[in-house]
């Protein structure tokens, strides 16, 4: 299985829009509406901010918003915060029933 | 939610083990249960998952034939059994439950970790 493409880094100002772009394929992301999205502070397990593409857990701010286009998976994260520096995975059902991530993009807030 | 793993282990290239997963919060029967791993300072790898009543498992490419997935619902515990291991086994594996009951849908909560190093 490979992975998902994500850029190796994407740095914003405080209170700044940051996006981050996952792109597969038509067998993964374009295919399923199964894509995740997971913040990884250092020496912390992931923690998820977005699942099916577009939807917040309890409890997750409504700064971090998700959506998809073809073969690409986008995360926004909207007013950036200090608190967002961290990593980012994106994660794709792929059959069968299988699962991919995507290289991780590191958020710097300048 | 709570996902609470076995300790760190080093074992030699070749050998086996089994990490555990103490689950608790959560009718750990109506989920699907997953296994991911992290090498140090890289990113993540889905590796195995397993049906909520155990009758159904899969496995990455990479993982499948020497890795096996496992469950016992009457003690809300998840296995993997690790065999013929290599250094590139090397890494830290998470326990995840997947985010809704009687699917496949993805994770929403992991546990801490267990470091496996595989080293002479």
């Known amino acids: 299985q490979s992975t998902l493409t994500q850029p190796a880094s994407v740095s914003g100002s405080p209170g700044q829009s940051i996006t981050i772009s996952c792109t597969g394929t038509?067998?993964?992301?374009?295919?399923?509406?199964?894509v995740s999205w997971y913040q990884q502070h250092p020496d912390s397990a992931p923690k998820l901010v977005i699942y099916?593409?577009?939807k917040r857990p309890s409890g997750i701010s409504d700064r971090f918003s998700g959506s998809k286009s073809g073969n690409t998976a986008s995360l926004t994260i909207s007013g950036l915060q200090a608190e967002d520096e961290a990593d980012y995975y994106c994660?794709?059902?792929?059959?069968?029933?299988?699962?991919?991530f995507g290289g991780g993009t590191k958020i710097t807030v300048l | 939610v709570q996902l609470v793993q076995s300790g760190g282990v080093v074992v030699q290239p070749g050998g086996s083990l089994r990490l555990s997963c103490a689950a608790s919060?959560?009718?750990?029967?109506?989920?699907?249960m997953h296994w991911v791993r992290q090498v140090p300072g890289k990113g993540l790898e889905w590796v195995s998952l397993?049906?909520?009543?155990?009758?159904?498992?899969y496995h990455a490419d990479s993982v499948r034939g020497r890795f096996t997935i496992s469950r016992d619902n009457s003690k809300n515990s998840l296995y993997l059994q690790l065999n013929s291991l290599r250094p590139e086994d090397t890494a830290l594996y998470f326990c995840?439950?997947?985010?809704?009951?009687?699917?496949?849908?993805?994770?929403?909560?992991w546990g801490q970790g267990t470091l496996v190093t595989v080293s002479s």
């Open positions: 995840a439950k997947d985010i809704r009951t009687f699917a496949y849908e993805g994770i929403d909560h």
């Open positions: 919060g959560f009718r750990f029967d109506d989920y699907t």
């Open positions: 397993i049906s909520w009543d155990g009758s159904a498992t």
């Open positions: 038509s067998s993964d992301v374009g295919r399923y509406k199964l």
């Open positions: 099916e593409v577009n």
């Open positions: 994660c794709s059902y792929t059959a069968p029933t299988t699962w991919v």
